[in-house]
């Protein structure tokens, strides 16, 4: 999802105050050895904290290695940056950046270290390394963690109604209509805030997959389409169905994230099609949103099949022109280490499992992290489409928005998708469109 991570905790804040113009690509190692690394980060609230901490430790424990770190602006703006300082040889030693499809816009293979086979990834788990892989060769390592990208629901709800989570789309739509009953909101919708209203689509992938499991691969191949391929069409006909049932709050048109959230938190609404990482935020200001907020993966049509659909975590990667290969090479090896993690998790509360073997949520996890967990231990999880193909059409919030609000048929809304993905993919050069 192009605008989803970007949105969360937009406050500005700055690590170490560095020049623009002191880091491009780093400076050669000082007489005594010690070297200085450039480090460039998106200025969100939640990466600002989590590369903090990631330098620290690592500092901590390399004493003659120094981080300098800068941020840039999230969003298109920074996407732009970061295409324009490595496309001139200008990035950072080391920089954050989105794992999945944005990457591959990037052309890894030209401007970043290809970290294929290196002891860097030994504890990199398995299931990551396609998010960060182009031409079969890998080029980065998990920073942050997993998201879940599904329904968040109130378990005192749940718990008060005597419900339980549902496996299946039709036990979904009942456990709604027992809530609407009881005169709680169902769904929570928020299209105010228009990315919002992809959820029901993009997390409806685990869905896809099972049902049509070479869908991303043809997908991208131009073979199938959303309209014509009635899993994939699910997603639409979801974000169709809790509208035209008035399972949705008043003014969900003007409704933001954040409102939606705090409604989730009070108790005012039962579910919220949305990501684990919207969390942080609303628990810092009540903290019982931490244990009363469960997740579950969006339900499909087969309870035996039941699973959910992940964000991969954004990656750290080296610079192909940076001076200083060795030193970055530890930093990455040290983020993707359990010790790493560790020191994440002490300033950042986790909303998901981390991609590195050997870590471990805390005891104290928030509720829908540990709910996460359970899918990934279990197997039953699969990756946003965004992460297994670079087919990402920018118009899916505005149709996704007019289909939930009962303006455009399901079905159609599929099909002007299918046109959205298509321009992009002729711009990428895919074979097939």
Same mark, same amino acid.
């Given at each position: 999802?192009?605008?989803?991570?970007?949105?969360?905790?937009?406050?500005?804040?700055?690590?170490?105050?560095?020049?623009?113009?002191?880091?491009?690509?780093?400076?050669?190692?000082?007489?005594?050895?010690?070297?200085?690394?450039?480090?460039?980060?998106?200025?969100?609230?939640?990466?600002?904290?989590?590369?903090?901490?990631?330098?620290?430790? #690592? $500092?901590?424990? %390399?004493? *003659? +290695? /120094?981080?300098?770190?800068? @941020?840039?602006?999230?969003?298109?703006?920074? =996407?732009?940056?970061?295409?324009?300082?490595?496309?001139?040889?200008?990035?950072?030693?080391?920089?954050?950046?989105?794992?999945?499809?944005?990457?591959?816009?990037?052309?890894?293979?030209?401007?970043?270290?290809?970290?294929?086979?290196?002891?860097?990834?030994?504890?990199?788990?398995?299931?990551?390394?396609?998010?960060?892989?182009?031409?079969?060769?890998?080029?980065?390592?998990?920073?942050?963690?997993?998201?879940?990208?599904?329904?968040?629901?109130?378990?005192?709800?749940?718990?008060?109604?005597?419900?339980?989570?549902?496996?299946?789309?039709?036990? #979904? $739509?009942?456990? %709604?209509? *027992? +809530? /609407?009953?009881?005169?709680? @909101?169902?769904?929570?919708?928020?299209?105010? =805030?228009?990315?919002?209203?992809?959820?029901?689509?993009?997390?409806?992938?685990?869905?896809?997959?099972?049902?049509?499991?070479?869908?991303?691969?043809?997908?991208?191949?131009?073979?199938?389409?959303?309209?014509?391929?009635?899993?994939?069409?699910?997603?639409?006909?979801?974000?169709?169905?809790?509208?035209?049932?008035?399972?949705?709050?008043?003014?969900?048109?003007?409704?933001?994230?954040?409102?939606?959230?705090?409604?989730?938190?009070?108790?005012?609404?039962?579910?919220?099609?949305?990501?684990?990482?919207?969390?942080?935020?609303?628990?810092?200001?009540?903290?019982?949103?931490?244990?009363? +907020?469960?997740?579950?993966?969006?339900?499909?049509?087969?309870?035996?099949?039941?699973?959910?659909?992940?964000?991969?975590?954004?990656?750290?990667?080296?610079?192909?022109?940076?001076?200083?290969?060795?030193?970055?090479?530890?930093?990455?090896?040290?983020?993707?280490?359990?010790?790493?993690?560790?020191?994440?998790?002490?300033?950042?509360?986790?909303?998901?499992?981390?991609?590195?073997?050997?870590?471990?949520?805390?005891?104290?996890?928030?509720?829908?992290?540990?709910?996460?967990?359970?899918?990934?231990?279990?197997?039953?999880?699969?990756?946003?489409?965004?992460?297994?193909?670079?087919?990402?059409?920018?118009?899916?919030?505005?149709?996704?928005?007019?289909?939930?609000?009962?303006?455009?048929?399901?079905?159609?809304?599929?099909?002007?998708?299918?046109?959205?993905?298509?321009?992009?993919?002729?711009?990428?050069?895919?074979?097939?469109?």
């Amino acid at each position: 999802m192009k605008t989803s991570h970007r949105t969360f905790g937009a406050a500005l804040a700055v690590l170490t105050t560095a020049v623009l113009t002191s880091c491009g690509s780093g400076s050669e190692p000082a007489a005594d050895g010690s070297v200085t690394l450039s480090f460039l980060v998106d200025n969100s609230q939640g990466t600002v904290s989590t590369a903090k901490a990631l330098t620290d430790a #690592f $500092m901590q424990a %390399n004493p *003659k +290695i /120094k981080i300098e770190t800068e @941020t840039r602006p999230g969003g298109s703006e920074g =996407d732009n940056i970061v295409k324009t300082r490595l496309s001139t040889g200008d990035m950072s030693d080391v920089f954050w950046y989105n794992s999945g499809s944005l990457l591959q816009a990037l052309n890894p293979g030209q401007t970043m270290v290809d970290l294929t086979g290196d002891p860097v990834l030994a504890t990199v788990q398995k299931d990551f390394l396609p998010s960060v892989t182009q031409g079969g060769k890998a080029f980065g390592v998990p920073a942050g963690t997993v998201t879940g990208g599904g329904i968040l629901y109130n378990r005192k709800i749940y718990e008060q109604l005597g419900l339980q989570v549902p496996k299946t789309w039709a036990d #979904f $739509m009942a456990n %709604n209509e *027992k +809530i /609407k009953a009881a005169k709680i @909101t169902p769904v929570i919708t928020t299209f105010k =805030d228009t990315w919002t209203s992809q959820l029901f689509v993009l997390g409806d992938y685990f869905n896809v997959q099972a049902a049509a499991p070479a869908f991303a691969a043809d997908y991208t191949a131009g073979k199938v389409k959303f309209a014509g391929t009635p899993a994939a069409q699910a997603g639409f006909q979801h974000l169709a169905d809790v509208h035209a049932k008035g399972y949705v709050n008043e003014g969900f048109g003007s409704a933001t994230n954040d409102q939606g959230i705090k409604m989730l938190a009070e108790g005012k609404g039962a579910h919220y099609a949305m990501l684990s990482s919207a969390l942080p935020p609303v628990i810092a200001t009540m903290p019982q949103a931490g244990t009363d +907020i469960g997740f579950f993966g969006i339900p499909g049509d087969d309870a035996a099949k039941n699973g959910a659909t992940i964000w991969e975590p954004a990656a750290v990667y080296a610079a192909k022109t940076t001076k200083n290969l060795d030193a970055a090479k530890k930093f990455l090896a040290f983020v993707a280490s359990p010790a790493a993690a560790d020191a994440v998790t002490k300033a950042v509360q986790p909303t998901g499992p981390y991609r590195i073997e050997g870590s471990k949520l805390p005891d104290n996890a928030i509720q829908a992290a540990k709910d996460l967990q359970v899918y990934i231990d279990e197997g039953k999880s699969a990756p946003a489409l965004e992460f297994l193909s670079p087919v990402k059409g920018p118009s899916l919030e505005q149709i996704t928005v007019a289909v939930g609000s009962g303006l455009t048929p399901p079905a159609e809304g599929a099909a002007q998708y299918d046109k959205d993905v298509e321009k992009q993919a002729k711009q990428l050069g895919l074979a097939g469109w």
